[in-house]
């Protein structure tokens, strides 16, 4: 029961993040900040939240990225979620984690994508390390000149069967985010 509540908790997170874009390439607005600068983009937010009889968990999320070029970009992320369990346990687990990720606009909406992530996750017995490669793609559409809406669909290489995935119960990450450019 457990492992089904943390997987609806990962769900939440990965269809409610959000993030913040920049996507002008050049310094139109005349100041003496770097071209480079337009290209950065930062995000985040409050990826899910949720509260039951027994339950409580919340993700934040944040990240920073660089568009190399108008289609290809990429970035660091980083994690924090917290769960607590009230009955008949009552114990919390502060998690967090790193990833890294690449996109690339094949054809106009379709991307790649990939994904390198670093959980390090509470246990009753400490702390455990888990790593996944999550490879995919998706659809991106642009909403008005600076805003956009990603779907995607990613499966996680190192998935086991049977094995301990963390807070992962399928090889298959899906997920939507959106943003707004500065």
Do not use: H
């Amino acid at each position: 029961m457990a492992k089904k509540l943390t997987l609806l908790a990962l769900i939440c997170v990965l269809f409610a993040s959000s993030s913040f874009a920049q996507e002008n390439y050049g310094n139109v607005l005349g100041n003496d900040r770097p071209a480079w600068m337009d290209k950065v983009y930062v995000g985040g937010g409050l990826g899910g939240f949720g509260i039951s009889s027994d339950r409580v968990w919340l993700n934040l999320s944040g990240q920073v990225g660089y568009r190399i070029t108008p289609k290809w970009n990429t970035g660091v992320g980083l994690t924090y979620q917290y769960f607590k369990w009230k009955e008949p346990i009552n114990q919390s687990f502060n998690d967090y984690g790193l990833s890294f990720y690449t996109q690339y606009i094949i054809y106009q909406p379709f991307f790649a994508m990939a994904q390198y992530e670093i959980l390090f996750l509470d246990n009753f017995d400490g702390r455990d390390t888990y790593n996944t490669f999550l490879l995919g793609g998706g659809i991106s559409q642009p909403m008005g000149n600076k805003g956009f809406i990603n779907l995607y669909a990613l499966y996680n290489v190192l998935y086991s069967d049977g094995g301990d995935n963390g807070r992962y119960d399928s090889p298959w990450v899906i997920g939507m985010n959106f943003g707004i450019g500065f």
